[in-house]
């Protein structure tokens, strides 16, 4: 059993991220940037794809490393991760010994106290009521059991799409849907600095237009209830930009448009 690290990022003009992250896996980098190039390498003797393309979104990133990835299990990354010295081995000993799981979903702690990631403290199968916590740069997964189901990211969510978050929810709730089985694991892989935000500009009237839309990506069924409780939940952090009503109601906007 395998394992690559698909990898997100841009503007790249030198190999230092490999270093910075501390990969000791295989590993496909994806760099958005003004160039089309590609280099294969060996990396302390790990094989290394680094491809650089002029194009922007990060669903469209995420699966130009899917659609080339070769391994049994795959890493999703985001160039801010700084893996531990084994991860390697902890993410292929967690799907060794939950031979049912597709996709496991790890610990990578939050060095930014703004931006805190949900911390697992007990392996659990994750359902459609707990799912929506976990970024991507946290889930792995076998390789083969997602292009069986034809899963991959969505275009319109995300940063540089037109909706500006959401794929990662997307992607987990698809595979649901399509019966895949997914797990969390307590086990830490790395940490992750969270630096400035590609797609968050404040609560702003997109940002809510933009989450309706995600809701109804969802769950059509439920979206207006999803909008409900996520204004309910999250009143605390946009309580100085906008009010409840006020905000709820671009949720539905987004609903209604999407």
Request: glycine share 6%; with cysteine; net charge positive.
């Amino acid at each position: 059993m395998n394992l690559q690290v698909l990898v997100s990022t841009m503007y790249q003009d030198d190999h230092s991220l490999l270093e910075k992250m501390n990969i000791q896996s295989d590993a496909i980098f994806i760099n958005q940037c003004n160039k089309n190039d590609f280099q294969n390498f060996v990396y302390k003797g790990n094989e290394i794809k680094f491809l650089s393309f002029a194009e922007r979104g990060i669903g469209l990133s995420r699966n130009n490393a899917l659609m080339r990835a070769t391994a049994d299990i795959c890493l999703f990354a985001d160039d801010d991760v700084t893996y531990v010295d084994n991860y390697k081995d902890i993410i292929i000993n967690a799907f060794k010994s939950n031979p049912k799981a597709n996709i496991i979903v790890f610990n990578v702690q939050s060095t930014n106290p703004e931006r805190e990631e949900y911390i697992i403290h007990d392996e659990k199968r994750l359902r459609f009521y707990n799912c929506l916590r976990y970024g991507t740069f946290r889930v792995a997964i076998r390789t083969e059991s997602l292009r069986k189901k034809n899963i991959y990211f969505s275009l319109l969510f995300g940063g540089g799409a037109k909706y500006g978050s959401g794929e990662d929810s997307i992607l987990i709730m698809d595979s649901l849907k399509k019966g895949l089985k997914i797990y969390a694991s307590p086990e830490k892989i790395g940490t992750v600095t969270h630096k400035e935000s590609t797609w968050f500009n404040g609560y702003t009237d997109k940002f809510f237009i933009d989450k309706g839309a995600l809701f109804y990506n969802i769950s059509r069924r439920w979206a207006s209830l999803l909008s409900l409780q996520f204004v309910i939940r999250k009143r605390s952090l946009f309580k100085d930009d906008k009010k409840i009503l006020e905000a709820f109601k671009l949720l539905i906007k987004g609903i209604r448009n999407y």
